[in-house]
């Protein structure tokens, strides 16, 4: 099918039955790529915002071109794959597999030399040792010394050091090994009775989303977990920005009157 993403505008918005319909259709006959297809171009945006939010650093052999057409092989990925039974929306599992396709694609193409990659390699682990050394990182001109060559080489490489590294990547190559954001230090980590206490605000949050009518539910999300704007959500479920703010404010009062009957009841007994 059609991977141009800058289209996207021009697509007909189905209502939320008609979606409905289409995903049952699927559902029904899932060799069909007529069905497949058109739920795809439902769901276009979805590449769209994913692309647009992708911070990495590329070499100019990636093109924006080239992104959009990994992120759009996600999405196809994501509708053949879907399945109800998950027990998550759509729009949120497409995300995952929209953004980790992208990554997947650019991690896999790697366009330095061997020889480029070993020198790389070589600055790596002297960045190691010097630390080990020092109790510190290491400067360029520090790892240009210990190496041999020019502190502008070392600059050179470590530039030319294009690696798509996530945080959940492990340090290691065994089952036992950690991920890297475990090792992140985290400077505003919470005392113990602190991490106890936002548990629990965030159980009382959860509980309360839970009690939101399902379309107020769903722009909370988009809006605070997915950092889609109002704009993006109302062209997202066919609802003008303008309702999606009146909804949006609607969602925030109804959190703070459940929350705020949380803690009532919560003193009440406490105090009985």
Do not use: C
């Not at 008609?18 to 439902?42: G, P, S, T, V």
């Not at 020889?115 to 360029?140: C, H, M, P, Y």
């Not at 980590?189 to 107020?216: C, F, G, I, Q, S």
Request: hydrophobic share 35%.
């Amino acid at each position: 099918m059609d991977q141009d993403t800058s289209t996207y505008n021009k697509i007909k918005r189905v209502t939320n039955e008609e979606l409905a319909e289409m995903w049952q259709r699927y559902f029904d006959d899932h060799d069909n790529k007529e069905y497949r297809d058109a739920l795809i171009l439902q769901y276009i945006y979805l590449t769209k915002y994913v692309v647009g939010r992708v911070k990495v650093s590329l070499p100019p052999t990636f093109s924006f071109e080239d992104i959009s057409s990994y992120g759009v092989e996600g999405l196809i990925d994501a509708v053949e794959k879907f399945s109800p039974k998950m027990g998550a929306r759509f729009e949120t599992y497409a995300l995952v597999r929209i953004r980790g396709n992208i990554i997947d694609k650019i991690r896999s193409q790697d366009f330095l030399p061997r020889s480029v990659r070993r020198k790389i390699k070589d600055v790596k682990e002297a960045q190691e040792e010097l630390k080990a050394k020092f109790g510190r990182s290491a400067t360029n001109s520090e790892i240009a010394n210990y190496l041999g060559i020019e502190k502008e080489k070392v600059e050179q490489l470590l530039s030319d050091d294009t690696t798509v590294t996530s945080i959940y990547d492990k340090k290691g190559s065994s089952d036992g090994d950690i991920e890297i954001i475990d090792t992140i230090q985290d400077s505003r980590a919470l005392n113990p009775h602190d991490k106890l206490e936002e548990k629990d605000v965030k159980k009382e949050l959860e509980d309360a989303l839970k009690r939101l009518p399902e379309r107020e539910r769903t722009i909370m999300v988009l809006y605070y977990h997915e950092n889609m704007t109002l704009k993006e959500i109302g062209e997202a479920i066919n609802v003008s920005e303008s309702r999606i703010s009146q909804l949006h404010a609607q969602a925030i009062m109804k959190l703070k009157n459940l929350l705020s009957e949380n803690r009532s009841e919560r003193l009440k007994r406490s105090i009985i």
